[in-house]
């Protein structure tokens, strides 16, 4: 028992699959917080799409940007679709009812951050 | 140009989502009479809003009387008579929610073709999968999974409206082409969908009036309300 690992060998980038982030915006009554909306978008994935179909969709809530109501997720390629119909299935998020609309789709966060900042510029 | 057919007439928050969203609005409604359709039409005056009456039985009368007072006609379907009455006439411009979520779709093949050759649009209305419960839902999306089936098939205009009742239950009509891929299309053919509906309705002459740039023709940038076929008879000349 001498050689054993201490850490797994990451995963390469090729077995990893590939990912797009889509970059949301929530029109609400009242401003909504990061906790508030990540629950709100898990409770009615799983609802409508199931734990396998979550699981499928590699669901992962990136950031909610409360001044700008714009938030970020990540998904799988494959399943980018399903998961920008979901996001048109939320009706209330704690009990405050919203609007959501998607923004954009890209491969990188970054590109979204930037693209959502010129939003905010342009709103401004 | 997206249109988005609603059945509420609050003007603020249609200019609001409009210029938010860059989609146009169809306010639909069921006018009981001349007075109810000329008070709408005043209200609306000058704002960039159509009118559509809805009708709730297959009443042919009541078809041939609002044709020329209104931009376009739905029917309402969920029932086989109406579903039938609708997509048999061309007068007809939109059959809205073919199909409920009862256990028997009243929507087959045979009406999916004849809606196609009548250019008649199958309109999907996202407030009835919204407002459902996660019973009725499962219904619903079975049975919109062959709606979209038989329209692809048969190569029949599907159209995804949010038929809202108020501006909660708005959505992006650019974002329904994600939920016609929810439905089993090709994100390629739930484009051409979501895109193709205004160049659609222009060829069945319901909405007149666009711009051309073309290099050919230079001094004619602006056409003032031509019609589709004149405009593709210039262009070919």
Redesign the interface.
């Known amino acids: 028992m001498k050689n054993l690992k201490k850490t797994l060998k990451a995963l390469p980038l090729s077995q990893r699959g590939k990912k797009r982030y889509v970059l949301f915006e929530i029109f609400a009554e009242k401003p909504l917080s990061a906790t508030q909306v990540e629950k709100a978008v898990v409770q009615k994935f799983a609802e409508l799409f199931g734990s396998k179909g979550l699981a499928e969709q590699k669901l992962q809530f990136i950031g909610f940007y409360g001044l700008k109501n714009q938030g970020i997720l990540k998904c799988s390629l494959e399943k980018c679709e399903e998961v920008k119909a979901g996001l048109l299935f939320l009706k209330s998020i704690s009990g405050i009812q919203c609007i959501p609309s998607i923004v954009s789709v890209s491969g990188s966060v970054k590109k979204l951050k930037e693209l959502s900042e010129s939003k905010r510029v342009q709103n401004l | 140009m997206y249109l988005d057919l609603v059945f509420f007439e609050n003007l603020a928050d249609l200019e609001l989502f409009s210029k938010?969203?860059r989609q146009e609005f169809i306010v639909c409604r069921n006018f009981k009479n001349d007075f109810e359709l000329k008070q709408l039409k005043e209200k609306i005056k000058g704002k960039n809003l159509k009118v559509c009456h809805l009708l709730l039985n297959a009443n042919m009368q009541e078809l041939q009387k609002f044709r020329q007072k209104v931009d376009f006609i739905a029917v309402f379907g969920k029932n086989l008579q109406r579903n039938k009455f609708a997509v048999s006439s061309e007068k007809v411009d939109f059959l809205l929610m073919p199909a409920g979520n009862a256990r028997k779709p009243e929507f087959d093949a045979g009406l999916a073709r004849i809606a196609a050759e009548n250019k008649v649009v199958i309109g999907i209305l996202?407030n009835e999968?919204?407002?459902s419960n996660?019973e009725d839902l499962k219904d619903l999306l079975r049975n919109y999974l062959l709606v979209a089936r038989l329209c692809k098939k048969y190569k029949a205009q599907l159209a995804v409206f949010s038929g809202a009742k108020n501006?909660?239950d708005?959505?992006?009509v650019?974002?329904?082409a994600?939920?016609l891929?929810?439905l089993g299309l090709k994100?390629e053919t739930a484009l051409k969908q979501v895109r193709g509906l205004s160049e659609f309705l222009e060829k069945k002459g319901k909405l007149e009036g666009f711009e051309i740039l073309s290099n050919s023709c230079k001094n004619l940038t602006t056409v003032k309300k031509p019609k589709f076929f004149d405009i593709l008879e210039m262009v070919k000349s």
């Open positions: 938010k969203f996202f999968f919204l407002n996660p501006a909660f708005l959505r992006q650019k974002d329904f994600s939920f891929c929810f994100r």
